[in-house]
């Protein structure tokens, strides 16, 4: 079935640092989306992408639609204690019109440095 | 802004005991879906719901598993006979048509 490989798992940050993760697949999807989850919540959408190619913004965060279809980067700038959480990168395919499902990459932990 | 909402938030059952979990979506939305998440683990698609009847479905939605709207707002997800392996949180989603979906808080589903 098809896969996402999202990197890194997890990475440390200090305040004000950039942060980038990315999610790559051998599938071509129409849509891609970032999430992000904090504990014990639901996955709350932070960017849709929608064409190939596409980059767009949501205040410090950035997302790119590769030109292949098959891969987008999320890019935090200046970050802040509170983008603490796990991302998750989301693709869907849709047939004919109909809405696919979601498959889902496995996350990228952020955590605050000691 | 209107969200999606989930019932219970935490549900304890006992192995081979049935449970429903409620949704209500995002009362414009056509698409439903549920997703689970096993902890510490990726969320994973269980089924997609349009039109009044499944639209697709993973392996993980096997006979024990059902899915219901019973009336105009409400979306269901049955297990019928809960097994260990079902303790995971379970998140319900909407969208509209080709756009991107909003999840629930989700319900923590524990079996004892």
């Known amino acids: 079935g098809q896969q996402l490989n999202q990197s890194p798992q997890s990475m440390f940050i200090q305040e004000g640092e950039d942060v980038s993760m990315n999610c790559t697949s051998s599938?071509?999807?129409?849509?891609w989306l970032w999430y992000k989850q904090d504990p014990g919540e639901g996955p709350v959408l932070l960017i849709a992408?929608?064409?190939?190619?596409e980059l767009t913004s949501n205040g410090r965060l950035t997302a790119q639609f590769g030109i292949t279809r098959k891969d987008s980067f999320l890019n935090i700038s200046a970050s802040i204690p509170s983008d603490v959480g796990i991302y998750f990168c989301?693709?869907?395919?849709?047939?004919?019109?109909?809405?696919?499902?979601?498959?889902f990459g496995k996350g990228t932990k952020l955590s605050v440095k000691p | 802004e209107p969200e999606v909402t989930q019932t219970p938030s935490h549900q304890v059952t006992q192995m081979g005991q049935e449970v429903i979990l409620r949704c209500v979506p995002i009362?414009?939305?056509?698409?439903f879906y549920w997703y689970r998440q096993i902890l510490g683990q990726k969320v994973e698609f269980l089924v997609s719901?349009?039109?009044?009847?499944?639209?697709?479905k993973s392996e993980i939605f096997d006979d024990q598993f059902s899915v219901e709207r019973p009336d105009g707002s409400n979306f269901t997800l049955k297990i019928r006979s809960t097994k260990l392996e079902d303790s995971a949180m379970y998140f319900c989603?909407?969208?509209?048509?080709?756009?991107?979906?909003?999840f629930g808080q989700g319900t923590r589903l524990t079996v004892v």
């Open positions: 599938s071509i999807f129409n849509t």
């Open positions: 719901f349009y039109n009044n009847e499944i639209s697709e």
């Open positions: 992408l929608y064409k190939a190619g």
């Open positions: 009362s414009n939305h056509l698409y």
């Open positions: 989301a693709g869907q395919v849709n047939y004919g019109g109909s809405q696919g499902n979601l498959i």
């Open positions: 989603a909407s969208s509209r048509e080709n756009t991107e979906a909003f």
